[in-house]
T-cell receptor
Framework: DTGVSQNPRHKITKRGQNVTFRCDPI?????LYWYRQTLGQGPEFLTY????????KSRLLSDRFSAERPKGSFSTLEIQRTEQGDSAMYLC?????????????????FGAGSRLTVL | QKEVEQNSGPLSVPEGAIASLNCTYS??????FFWYRQYSGKSPELIMF????GDKEDGRFTAQLNKASQYVSLLIRDSQPSDSATYLC?????????????FGGGTRVLVKP
């Protein structure tokens, strides 16, 4: 499978619990993105990595959210002390970009998403 | 003002007709524009991108860009029921912290047989 893989696909949790999502990007892609999407809305940017470096983090990402990409390959997104407002689809995407091919960095391939429901 | 704006729809078109979707954006300096299609319950998939003013055609899809008016559109010719989906416009918005791909809210398209 050469696509972007996300796990778990669905997660139901109680308010206050911690959850972690994993994303495995396309192997040759150096950039990895996390977006959040709620029903009827477009995806909202959360954060992105180039290799293992987290280069940008949205103000949407409160202190309860943390993302890592320790070896520049897979990434995890952890939400601590979940709230009902965290219920959403969490989308991971990857791309390949260099200073000499900037346009390629903008062509994102999305995973199937991880749907979180907080009760 | 939202950074990327689209009519939410639904846009209802008869099979075989042309569907016309519009998108406006706030960053006058944006250079890269994308259209993604998202079926219900699925993740977005790229249809096409456009960087230069004018038209770009790919099969039944045509993207049109007018940077002076900060406007990008997507035409779907010979619409098919399988084209029924939400179409997301995405624009690279320049920020002090770095450029990021910013999505509009999407336009839902319904193609009726």
């Amino acid at each position: 499978d050469t696509g972007v893989s996300q796990n778990p696909r669905h997660k139901i949790t109680k308010r206050g619990q911690n959850v972690t999502f994993r994303c495995d990007p396309i192997s040759e892609h150096n950039r990895l993105y996390w977006y959040r999407q709620t029903l009827g809305q477009g995806p909202e940017f959360l954060t992105y990595f180039q290799n293992e470096a987290q280069l940008e983090k949205s103000r949407l990402l409160s202190d309860r959210f943390s993302a890592e990409r320790p070896k520049g390959s897979f990434s995890t997104l952890e939400i601590q002390r979940t709230e009902q407002g965290d219920s959403a689809m969490y989308l991971c995407a990857s791309s390949f970009g260099t200073a000499t091919i900037p346009s390629g960095a903008n062509v994102l391939t999305f995973g199937a998403g991880s749907r979180l429901t907080v009760l | 003002q939202k950074e990327v704006e689209q009519n939410s729809g639904p846009l209802s078109v008869p099979e075989g007709a042309i569907a016309s979707l519009n998108c406006t954006y706030s960053d006058r300096g944006s250079q890269s524009f994308f259209w993604y299609r998202q079926y219900s319950g699925k993740s977005p998939e790229l249809i096409m991108f456009i960087y230069s003013n004018g038209d770009k055609e790919d099969g039944r899809f045509t993207a049109q860009l007018n940077k002076a008016s900060q406007y990008v559109s997507l035409l779907i010719r010979d619409s098919q029921p399988s084209d029924s989906a939400t179409y997301l416009c995405a624009v690279i918005i320049r920020k002090a912290a770095g450029n990021k791909l910013t999505f509009g809210g999407g336009t839902r398209v319904l193609v009726k047989p």
